[in-house]
């Protein structure tokens, strides 16, 4: 098996001894993310707690008065959300949890197209899955309108721009998880950050802007300033990664948060991007500086 | 049979190890299981990072508190649960997957094969930590909130009705997050799955249930192991609660109740899977 | 003591071990051999309770394993060099599994020096090599000072030093009257240090023998070979005798059905001068190759051909 096989090696070898190019890298990337049994998980749960929710939320508010189906549109994103940050701390963490990485980066010595390849990866998955998560919340909404003979109308005034701004969201909030995960490198330490910086920053900075939150005596609060005008406080939420994030499924005309500076949905897009562009920016700082174990 | 001339040799042996060569008994495998939470030191730093990020927590929540807020002055001091619960979620959670996803497994359970007595341990240990820790976490948002309660913030009076039961309130909430972690943990096996479930439980589902009010939703909010965090509140913020949820009223000591089922449902269920499922 | 009874582990629809019965005597080394994914680790995993078998029994020490009342003390294990939390020392580790069952500090330390480890006790585990994690899982299993080992695959990685150390231990804990049972895919190696090996294929017992019977087993062993300046007479007088003859290369003759005596003595009757005689043995490698053939799970095509 030594010599009658070692000469049809060396001739097919050189036919095509060129290197990783940066297509082949993304096509890797590709593969290596959909080989997974994770993703499609994480995918379909998404999907399916995006319209469950959204569709719980619509039906419990088609009673009130001045229902708008529409005003409901993004309330099954607030727990979908998650799907997209974890999936993204997994892809981006997971190659140095399992060792994979050794494989990665012997094979792409220059290390940072991987980074870009997985960046590239995971906003085309995480674009499907928001498309999809942002079609099941469409359809949480029509038996709450049906029922109050509502038209869904999604392309008129704000609507084309806040399902835009959902499916932007999510895969925003993917390549965050990515970045955080491709920094730190362990499973553990990425998602605890995504989910504080995310989930719990914007509870703890509301927590501070809203006494009631905070369990205040109604009488005992002053009447609220007819005048909001800017605080530190509201500025901070607006401006970390996650309340620039809700912005983002928020209707333009929606006004500001109490106390916020009025970025809108477009602003608020802006600040997680630059956000997620750091954190990247971070984490191939190290890739290139750094050994991979 | 070449085996008979050594299986001879073993019949003279005489017996090794002197004093009693005694089993796994309960007390020592606490030991261990407190040497092994111990002995991997992200475990200490994930203690002091809670520590230090619900004392900063409370910190910058207490600059913005202003006389006419109607906080009181525990809550300014317990205002960094919010962190104290994800940090100490955290470490129950890696107490709960670490024998699983680092393969020690394998020789914890090979030392004890009964495996509930590892179980009962790690709830233990868990338990004592967090303690430990949410006592720490209390002691240092207190300091780290003198200032702000010398200032325009209320200060700290235990005459307040449920001030001081607020305090207790404060590790005990703690102590059943990490509980809850561990169990979760020990139930998933994976840490990933087993934050995300415990956030989703104990922080996200509470909010998002709170963007709908209704009788439904507040009903939920009311059973869900986030209740917990009522224990935080003194007499005044829990009537306030009371009087605006149109869900079950929990009183004083409901939340607590609601949580401490939550950790002994999901343990038992953790049990459950130990006993009768293979380990990896 | 160990003994393995029709046992039968499946998972879904794949059989990982079928109907496997052997035992592991005191005072015996006994080699598992079988290739990738025959089941051996699986065999090993049911035997000590970590998982629980489909059908049949596994017995230590003539129980269940999770009844033993001190299963350190009746059974030490190493399963995978890598069952160790990366951010804990050696002895952190060691201790922790010490203080289930009462064992001292003074025995952690005694196992570290016996398997070499002291310059690394107070490492955190993740940060060792191949070697050194091997060398922490043998302290494992030595641990309780257990009249039974199960050691998987002990040699994985070990520098030659280390290769021999761990032949020299096993002897000796058998020479104690210990049960030893020993995975290894290095077959020189396990020949050196087995008495008994048991060897499966697809989850099912192709042999349990003592290594020389096993041996034996492969088709070259007890073939004659004699070379022989005139090899056509002395083939024919072996035929005679009712010997096969296989001619080879060189004058040489490759006889089976007799034995070197008769081959001498028949070299003699017709006057051929024999240059060399002498008897082919058998390797357990070989052996193992031939009852194994047709249950690799996983093999290469060329090593398929290689094989036959």
């Avoid at chain 1, 607030?78 to 994979?100: D, N």
């Avoid at chain 2, 008979?4 to 073993?10: L, S």
């Avoid at chain 2, 992200?42 to 906080?71: I, K, N, Q």
Wanted: charged share 15%; proline share 6%.
């Amino acid at each position: 098996m030594s010599a009658a096989t070692a000469t049809p090696q060396t001739a097919r070898a050189t036919t095509a001894r060129s290197g990783p190019t940066f297509g082949r890298v993304v096509a890797a990337e590709w593969t290596k993310l959909v080989s997974l049994r994770s993703p499609w998980w994480t995918a379909a749960v998404t999907v399916a707690v995006a319209g469950v929710i959204t569709y719980l939320s619509a039906q419990a508010s088609s009673g009130d008065p001045g229902f708008q189906p529409v005003g409901s549109l993004s309330t099954g994103l607030a727990l979908a959300q998650i799907g997209p940050l974890v999936l993204g701390v997994l892809v981006g963490a997971g190659e140095f949890r399992t060792g994979a990485s050794r494989t990665t980066f012997t094979l792409v010595p220059r290390r940072w197209p991987v980074l870009v390849a997985q960046v590239l990866a995971m906003a085309a998955f995480a674009l499907v899955t928001a498309v999809l998560a942002t079609a099941a919340s469409v359809l949480g909404i029509l038996p709450a309108a049906a029922s109050r003979g509502i038209a869904v109308d999604l392309t008129s005034g704000d609507t084309p721009g806040l399902v835009l701004g959902m499916v932007l969201f999510l895969v925003v909030l993917a390549l965050l998880g990515l970045a955080l995960g491709a920094l730190l490198r362990r499973t553990v330490p990425a998602l605890v950050t995504a989910l504080l910086v995310v989930l719990i920053l914007p509870i703890v900075l509301m927590t501070a802007g809203d006494p009631l939150v905070g369990g205040a005596d109604p009488p005992s609060i002053g009447l609220p300033d007819a005048d909001p005008a800017t605080t530190v406080l509201g500025t901070l939420a607006v401006l970390s990664p996650g309340g620039a994030a809700q912005l983002m499924t928020t209707s333009a005309s929606a006004g500001p948060m109490p106390g916020s500076p009025d970025l809108g949905p477009v602003g608020g897009g802006l600040v997680l991007a630059a956000w997620v562009l750091v954190v990247l920016v971070a984490a191939a700082v190290r890739l290139r500086a750094r050994d991979v174990r | 049979m070449t085996t008979v001339a050594p299986a001879a040799r073993a019949a003279q042996r005489a017996p090794r190890g002197a004093p009693a060569r005694t089993g796994p008994t309960p007390g020592r495998v606490l030991v261990a299981e407190w040497t092994k939470l111990t002995s991997v030191r992200a475990h200490a730093w994930l203690a002091l990072g809670t520590v230090v990020a619900t004392a900063g927590t409370a910190y910058g929540l207490g600059l913005f508190v202003r006389p006419d807020d109607g906080r009181s002055g525990s809550w300014v001091v317990t205002s960094g649960f919010v962190l104290a619960q994800l940090g100490l979620l955290v470490l129950g959670a890696l107490v709960g997957t670490s024998d699983h996803t680092t393969g020690t497994a394998r020789t914890t359970f090979a030392a004890v094969p009964r495996r509930l007595p590892v179980l009962g341990a790690q709830v233990a240990v868990t338990a004592v930590a967090a303690l430990v820790t949410a006592v720490l976490a209390l002691g240092a948002s207190y300091l780290a909130t003198a200032a702000a309660r010398a200032g325009d913030a209320p200060a700290l009076d235990l005459a307040v009705p449920g001030a001081s039961r607020a305090l207790l309130g404060f590790v005990l909430a703690s102590v059943a997050v990490a509980l809850l972690g561990l169990a979760l943990g020990a139930l998933l096996r994976r840490p990933a799955d087993a934050l995300v479930t415990g956030m989703v439980l104990a922080v996200v589902g509470d909010q998002l249930l709170a963007a709908n009010p209704g009788r439904v939703t507040d009903t939920i909010r009311a059973l869900l192991p986030s209740s917990g965090a009522r224990l935080t509140q003194d007499d005044a913020a829990l009537a306030v609660l009371d009087a605006a949820t149109r869900g079950p009223q929990l009183g004083v000591w409901g939340g607590g109740v609601v949580v401490g089922a939550w950790v002994l449902v999901v343990l038992g269920a953790a049990a459950y899977r130990l006993r009768r499922h293979d380990v990896r | 003591m160990i003994e393995v009874e029709a046992l039968t582990k499946r998972y879904g629809s794949t059989t990982a071990v079928d109907g496997l019965t052997f035992t592991a005597r005191p005072g015996t080394v006994t080699g598992f051999l079988g290739p990738n994914g025959a089941g051996k680790s699986t065999t090993m995993r049911v035997v000590v309770g970590l998982e629980r078998p489909t059908s049949g029994t596994a017995r230590v020490a003539g129980r269940r394993y999770a009844d033993l009342p001190a299963p350190l003390h009746a059974v030490g294990v190493m399963l995978d060099a890598r069952s160790v939390h990366p951010g804990r020392t050696a002895y952190k580790h060691l201790l922790a599994m010490a203080q289930t069952h009462g064992i001292g500090r003074a025995r952690v330390r005694e196992v570290i020096a016996q398997t070499g480890l002291e310059p690394a006790a107070h490492r955190r585990a993740g940060a060792f090599s191949l070697g050194m994690g091997q060398r922490l899982g043998i302290a494992g299993a030595l641990l309780g000072d257990p009249a039974t080992l199960i050691l998987d695959e002990p040699v994985n990685g070990l520098d030659p030093d280390g290769v021999l150390w761990v032949r020299r231990l096993v002897r000796d804990l058998a020479a104690e009257g210990r049960t030893v049972l020993l995975s290894s895919h290095l077959m020189h190696e396990l020949a050196l240090c087995a008495d008994r090996v048991v060897i499966i294929g697809r989850g099912r017992l192709l042999a349990d023998a003592s290594v020389q019977e096993v041996v034996d087993r492969s088709e070259r062993a007890g073939t004659v070979r004699v070379r022989t300046t005139d090899p056509e007479p002395l083939a024919r007088e072996l035929l005679a005798a009712g010997a096969q003859v296989t001619p080879q290369e060189g004058g040489t003759l490759h006889v089976r059905g007799v034995s070197v005596d008769e081959v001498g003595t028949a070299a003699r009757r017709c006057g051929a001068t024999v240059l060399e005689l002498g008897t082919e043995s058998g390797s357990l490698e070989e052996a193992y190759l031939q009852l194994t053939g047709d249950a690799v799970e996983y093999r290469t095509a060329d090593a398929a051909g290689g094989a036959r």
